[in-house]
């Protein structure tokens, strides 16, 4: 497969590794010496300096010959000039393009059912407020992911130095809790990923991802000494575009909102732009004013400003006054090693979402979502199994699944099934696999005769 990707950005970079590392030919374009010797230098892909824009610099790159064109610079302009061109020069190229403008959002039919055809859009902001909302439907949770539209849930949890679960085999957890417990799909332990097996062993501190059905989280949750509660109250820190799309879904689920924002001329807009919320002009690192909006009354925090730095000051803040639930942004993955040891752990990353998304539009056969998690360690994918699948018609205990992979979650038809051994895949069926980043490939294959888009 050979793929060119225009932007050499976080998200360029971050796609062509994984790319590179799955031994696909890639060619990187962009403009930035910089930014394509920073690619150069750290992964085997091909790079050329030029505007993704320009139909000689498409040629140039091989355009002719590829399979995927994927336009992801900061320049929606850029992005859909440059699937224009590739339309015109290769018009079976599939193409996917990075639109982040807001006023594109109910254009997305129209650009992938007509002329040039883009395939794919991608709005990192969407994808974010989507992560945003899921972390608060479920306050005690550090990542939840859904899949079988949203009926099955893996959710990752920090497991407290007096959890019951504590120092319990995976094996022992039903007598020792005298209920069914839910699976746990892998444990994350000193930054290490462990897909576990009857004999893992809790430990606290471990970072446990389990899976559970929607209509049984509550009582999945207790079992881990955490509680689902609902959140009334945000205060959002940062009214720019991620800032506005998460306060209007807040409007629309009724749910009280200030929103923080430095520039008086954005807080003008913003009052405009919505209905019911509270606008503040202000500084979210300022203490005192922090205090005089009772910060310590809101169910949740939610930084979203351009700076990085800002976001995380701003929540250690918040946590130190009195609120539980901080959901940060951070765009610079350098941060993300850091967060944990000084006690912010609800991050949201424009960076992966995106990465995230394009995932699923690149995977062998027909897979529904790709969810990549903890610094892209493992991947969750969401797959239907063809009838020329060898592991159709098989029970799970027969299927020799790659090890570091593990089947999590089944749906068939309208039903929705936490598999056991003794579980079958049936042709058609959707399930959902846990696999380690080294495995992925040998689950596509596992999935598919041939590399399909959709």
Known sequence: MKVVIIGAGEVGYNVASRFS?????????DIDAKALRNVSDTIDVQVLAG???????????????????????????VNLVACLAASFIAPTIKKLARIRNADFDHYHGELREKPPYIDTIINPDIEVVKTIDRLMSVPDAIDVAEFAGGRIKLVGVRLDQNARLAGSRLVDFSSSTGKPVPLVAAIVRKDELIIPSGKT?????????????????????????????????????????????????????????????KNPERCEDLADLLDRAVILNGDGADQGLLNEENIE?????????????????????????????????????????????????????????????????????????????????????????????RIAGRPLKKISFPRGALVVGIKRGEQVLIPSGESTIEAEDQIIVFATRETVPKIEKILSIKLEFH
Request: aromatic share 4%.
């Open 21 to 29: 590392y799955e031994n696909m030919e890639v060619v990187v374009i």
């Open 51 to 77: 505007s993704g824009a320009s139909p000689q610099v498409l040629e140039e790159a091989g355009i002719r010959d590829a399979d995927m064109l994927m336009a992801v610079t900061n320049s929606d302009e």
């Open 201 to 261: 062993r809790l430990e606290a501190g471990d970072l446990v991802y389990f899976v559970s059905k929607e209509d049984n989280l509550g009582d999945a949750l207790k079992e881990f000494d955490k509680q689902a509660e609902d959140i009334r109250r945000v205060m959002i820190v940062g009214g720019g575009r991620l800032g506005l799309r998460l306060a209007r879904l807040l409007e629309e689920k009724d749910i009280y909102t200030k929103i923080l924002e």
């Open 297 to 389: 009354e809101m169910d949740a925090v939610i930084t979203l400003t351009n700076d990085d730095e800002t976001n995380i000051l701003v929540s250690l803040l918040a946590r130190e006054m009195g609120v539980t639930k901080t959901i940060t942004k951070v765009s610079r993955p350098s941060y993300f090693p850091l967060m944990m040891s000084i006690g912010i752990e609800q991050v949201v990353s424009p960076r992966q979402s995106a990465v995230n998304t394009i995932l699923q539009h690149i995977r062998r056969g027909k897979v529904l979502s790709a969810i990549s998690i903890r610094s892209e360690k493992a991947e969750v994918l969401e797959a239907v199994v063809p009838a020329s699948s």
